[in-house]
């Protein structure tokens, strides 16, 4: 589509090729696809077309699809039903009826028309007798989705997992199929409901395309030659899932808290729970453990955003994806699937594949950039490198999916998550080493490798290994301290501190906090420019007692540039 099909007169958004909807349709009809499925009857039919009776189910009159539109943009000149008929197609307008035509073996073209307009209603028409239309459109929220009756999708329009599933059937029949398949699905529902906020449609509509991911990967089990791959082209609305909740109302989070006086206070942005916003909270599904959380949804805005955006494949060439994918791989493996033609890759920086090791066991580095996702990443790179470029991050050679819940919320915690991935098991938020509180009888915990109150640093220290603990901020923060120290309450640093540099045995300890290992009333290198002195009860100057242990006591980038190979370094100390 182009500006050349845009109609003489239009105005608005109808100016854009985008949308000439009653074009495109005519395209798609007579582009020779064997199987269309969608909604927008309304883009198929002239003005004043009474619906067929087929249709009956989500629309019954002529004037109701007036109602809608008369645009030439969105209103065709001629029937493209007729049309279809003509080219040989079954069309079909509820779920019942395209059930009927799977199960006739003889059809091998259908066109599903499964709604007026959208089969989800994330715009809705409401009967008002003052407008001439006899209605007037509201958005689809929950609120008004739930006043006036109407549900997320229409009724009788199948899920896009069932339109699949019904169009691979009747492709499976085709004598073209055995010289391979294209599918194009898309869940629009997640984007339009994501748009306006709507939390409740959006997990419907999410739901729906998880649903069709099965129908897929079940495909690929019959058939192995098959790709199935997954995009999206921007996130909708920046949605985030906050827990844990009260089961009574999902309230309000604060949305930038400057705290800069001459800027207005913090905006109480609303979550939504399960009829919008300011209600009962959504509830998982149990996990495994038993755990049930209540939880709402926040949004960044109505927006399209950039980043956050997963791209997965599974099947015949899933591997060729390169971890961070440019939108332009999707056509590449698609191309090479249908065609085995490799196509070059775009003049990007590439990642390499994942390095041949020349051992079986070796070195780990594991980095920790506390409360980071994608998006912070992408904004990073936009930044530093443009939209072509590529940050460090970008050129590792494998990526996954993270899933970060513990056993008692979905949203992973510094210490909970610095035990987990120090031990490699779940568990409680507020764990810092421990399975339970003490006065709870906690124990400590207990490895994926089995020894109890060993982290996997620690079990490599005792292997022979040399270690390295390295922060930057206090040595007590948990994504790295979890692999060193255990305490009841990740709010003692001084003990955090105190095992740290005591008991770790590590090679390099890098890190701020010299107030947390000096004894009050010594100031230390930075605390007497400050005025401040050390926060220590016990007596202990752990600087003192880290120098006797052979330690070499570091301040400064200058005195980094000395360290020798083999030195042992506590390195970094600021204040805090």
Request: hydrophobic share 40%.
């Amino acid at each position: 589509m182009g500006y050349d099909d845009v109609p003489a007169g239009v105005s608005g958004f109808d100016v854009f090729p985008r949308a000439q909807f009653a074009e495109i349709t005519r395209q798609v009809v007579e582009s020779g696809i064997d199987v269309i499925l969608g909604g927008g009857l309304v883009n198929y039919l002239p003005v004043g077309t009474e619906p067929p009776a087929g249709a009956s189910a989500y629309v019954q009159t002529a004037a109701q699809l007036d109602g809608i539109s008369t645009s030439a943009s969105q209103r065709p000149s001629i029937n493209l039903i007729e049309l279809a008929q003509s080219k040989g197609y079954t069309v079909v307008y509820t779920e019942e009826q395209l059930n009927a035509a799977v199960a006739d073996p003889t059809v091998t073209k259908v066109l599903g028309v499964f709604a007026s307009e959208d089969t989800f209603n994330d715009n809705l028409r409401v009967a008002d007798s003052s407008t001439a239309s006899g209605f007037r459109n509201v958005t689809g929220v929950e609120e008004n989705l739930i006043a006036n009756g109407a549900p997320n999708y229409v009724p009788s329009a199948p899920t896009v997992g069932e339109m699949l599933a019904a169009a691979q059937t009747i492709m499976e029949r085709n004598p073209k199929f055995a010289n391979g398949s294209l599918t194009v699905l898309e869940e629009e529902g997640t984007d339009n409901f994501g748009n306006i906020n709507n939390a409740a449609g959006m997990l419907d509509g999410v739901r729906r395309t998880d649903e069709a991911i099965g129908v897929a990967l079940e495909f690929a089990e019959t058939y192995e030659n098959t790709l199935v791959i997954t995009a999206a082209d921007s996130e909708a609305g920046g949605l985030q899932v906050r827990d844990p909740l009260s089961e009574d109302n999902v309230g309000t989070i604060n949305a930038n808290p400057t705290g800069v006086s001459t800027l207005p206070p913090a905006l109480a942005n609303p979550l939504d729970g399960q009829a919008g916003a300011g209600t009962t909270p959504f509830v998982s599904a149990p996990a495994d453990n038993g755990l049930v959380s209540n939880f709402g949804i926040a949004w960044a805005g109505t927006p399209d955003f950039a980043g956050n955006i997963v791209t997965k494949a599974h099947g015949l060439n899933a591997d060729q994806l390169p971890a961070t994918v440019d939108n332009t791989d999707i056509y590449r493996v698609m191309y090479e699937t249908l065609f085995g033609v490799e196509l070059p890759d775009r003049p990007v920086p590439q990642a390499p594949e994942t390095p041949v090791a020349s051992e079986s066991t070796g070195n780990v580095i594991f980095i920790h950039p506390d409360g980071h996702s994608p998006s912070m990443f992408s904004a990073a790179r936009f930044v530093a490198e443009g939209p072509d470029g590529r940050l460090n991050w970008d050129m590792m050679s494998n990526s996954g999916v993270y899933l970060g819940h513990l056993t008692d919320q979905l949203t992973g915690s510094s210490d909970g998550s610095g035990v987990v991935h120090a031990f490699g098991v779940k568990n409680w938020g507020d764990s810092y080493g421990f399975d339970d509180a003490l006065e709870e009888g906690g124990e400590p915990v207990i490895s994926a490798s089995g020894k109890q109150g060993v982290s996997i640093m620690e079990e490599a220290r005792d292997a022979g290994k040399a270690i390295a603990v390295i922060n930057s901020g206090q040595l007590g923060e948990p994504g790295s301290g979890a692999f060193l120290a255990e305490v009841d309450d990740r709010g003692d640093v001084n003990e955090i501190a105190r095992q740290l540099i005591l008991e770790s045995d590590a090679q390099v300890i890098m890190g701020g906090g010299e107030r947390w290992l000096l004894p009050t009333g010594e100031a230390g290198r930075f605390g007497e420019a400050l005025g401040q002195t050390g926060a220590r009860t016990d007596g202990l100057n752990l600087i003192e007692e880290a120098q006797a242990r052979g330690y070499r006591v570091i301040y400064t980038q200058e005195e980094l540039a000395t360290v020798q190979p083999g030195e042992k370094i506590l390195g970094g100390v600021c204040l805090d």
